[in-house]
């Protein structure tokens, strides 16, 4: 029920996602909104609606989701994962509601201290993966070692990098040059079993050597939300300025397919949905303009996570690693 | 003498932009490698140089930069500064060195705790000013009120915005919404003495309606960079999917006009340099990679600091605020 496009995309891409990859989908939410939709997006006997009477609007406090419990279709959904009724957990609603909710009801793997969120796209030397995105404000340096652990897990499991080699975000190559956290940070992260390449800066979120970046949940958000702006306004001024007069429309449908497959480097929607890592379940959020596309890939990612064991994963390393 | 592209670019630059406008022209460095640049930069009686023996390298600690003193071009610059024997400074050579030798030769402006570099490009609403885009990694909520004062004065001196929105780069627009830094930030800055739109999110340096965004020097670096290699990659990767094929290369040509006009949105260097706001004295750094289009930008900007009496309208903005 969550997302702006909701629920008609959702249901679309899972259903689509469901039929093509023949897992047990589990709808959660209003049955009268959802049942009309299961026609249109050719559902089929592996989809089946779990009626859940409310939902948590987008602006409401994490703190007022979290108390309505199991009765929104959020809750419900991360019941149903904390219940082993369901092996993963998506939304594209509100991510600070998300947070609390998949913390509190599933509580954090042994070793971690804090959830994060991961997000990725597809960049341009491969899929990157940059967490926190945004659920931790305010990080210890020890917290980033455990969201570099359970990024790597990540990136090899469901993004398929083979051997992820990991970056710290800062403002500039040597070992002391940052802020007082990636100072703490720097020596801790290449102390730990993974594969530590030292600092990075701003523009390897695209064009770097890093799979998987470590930052604050503060950096990591303005970073995201940053690319994601910088790529629309690039993309829309293109297309307007297209539409001005007849040579400028007539390069833009030449230059078409070029300009698709470089947005498309910067398309979180790739992979659909930013997981919630280091909770006891697998969880993904997406972003609010979550389109049946994103809902798929995020299907995809779900799934690849749970056949690849990603949470046994994680928690092999962060035991390694103690 | 410092930047990639040094001396040649940055005498080029500075020599057009001195007969442009008319201000007497210092060229501090290595008299040897300048003098014959001058010919072919076409410099007129308004040109001097002064000699400098040594240089700070770009990758020199800045206490080591620091000890050299005006035996180095950078060092020699700030000095004229402080002496009165020149009304603004302009390197485009290493910023660390930069800031350290500025805010010690010169000092801060009373009332103002910290320098902050203060980086402007011409966005798509008018130019937008982030600061600290660099200086300072760590900061105490009442240098970003200090870092809002004094880039209200600067977009106003020198952008030309009458009357500039300062915004706070957070993660969500509510109040209560950011890190440790910025929620104590923002009741400073409702405070103040400047028309404060509250919190913006990392889109917003490009796409918002604040003029003047203030973060810590981490994130602002970050963004910074992120901004850059997003409009570098997007353009590179346009310009080389139109060399694969006729059609697209057909298309690249009509469409270039319209290119170029969304580029310079983001062209950082539309403004050249990046003042050292604080410190008792106008100064500049330009990029690492300042051509002479960027050296030129700078020159005017540092003349109509000068001309706007910028510093003066810092100290009156920080002796009204205290």
Redesign the interface.
């Known amino acids: 029920m969550g997302g702006d496009l909701a629920p008609a995309e959702v249901v679309a891409g899972a259903c689509k996602s469901a039929k093509a990859l023949g897992f047990q989908l589990l709808l959660v939410g209003d049955e009268k909104r959802i049942a009309p939709l299961l026609a249109a997006a050719g559902a089929a006997a592996n989809v089946r609606i779990v009626h859940a009477s409310e939902e948590v609007s987008m602006h409401e406090a994490p703190s007022a989701a979290l108390r309505r419990g199991g009765q929104t279709s959020m809750g419900r959904t991360i019941e149903l994962v904390r219940d082993s009724n369901a092996d993963a957990a998506f939304s594209a609603g509100n991510s600070g509601a998300f947070l609390a909710i998949a913390t509190i009801r599933l509580r954090t793997l042994p070793g971690i201290a804090r959830s994060a969120f991961a997000t990725a796209w597809p960049a341009?030397k491969g899929p990157m993966l940059l967490l926190d995105s945004?659920a931790n404000?305010?990080c210890k340096p020890e917290w980033l070692v455990q969201f570099a652990l359970m990024g790597v897990a990540y990136s090899r499991g469901v993004l398929g990098v083979a051997a992820p080699k990991v970056g710290l975000?800062?403002?500039g190559e040597e070992e002391g040059k940052?802020?007082?956290l990636?100072a703490s940070a720097f020596p801790l992260l290449r102390a730990a079993p993974i594969d530590f390449i030292g600092n990075v800066?701003?523009?390897?979120?695209?064009?770097g050597d890093a799979d998987v970046i470590v930052?604050?949940?503060?950096?990591g958000?303005?970073?995201?939300?940053?690319?994601?702006?910088?790529?629309?306004?690039?993309f829309g001024?293109?297309r307007r300025?297209?539409k001005?007069n007849l040579?400028?429309r007539?390069?833009?449908?030449?230059?078409?397919?070029?300009?698709r497959?470089?947005r498309a480097?910067?398309d979180y929607r790739e992979y659909g949905g930013a997981p919630l890592l280091g909770v006891r379940g697998v969880c993904l959020i997406g972003h609010g303009r979550t389109d049946s596309f994103a809902v798929e890939s995020a299907c995809r990612a779900a799934l690849t996570a749970v056949r690849q064991d990603v949470l046994g994963a994680i928690a092999d390393a962060t035991r390694a690693a103690v």
Chains 1, 2 share one sequence.
Do not use: H, Q
């Open positions: 341009i945004g404000v305010d975000l800062s403002v940052g802020n007082a990636t800066e701003g523009g390897d979120l695209l064009l930052c604050d949940g503060f950096v958000n303005v970073a995201l939300k940053l690319v994601e702006a910088t790529s629309e306004y690039i001024s293109v300025a297209s001005e040579r400028a007539a390069g833009a449908a030449l230059m078409l397919p070029a300009l497959r470089v480097k910067l």
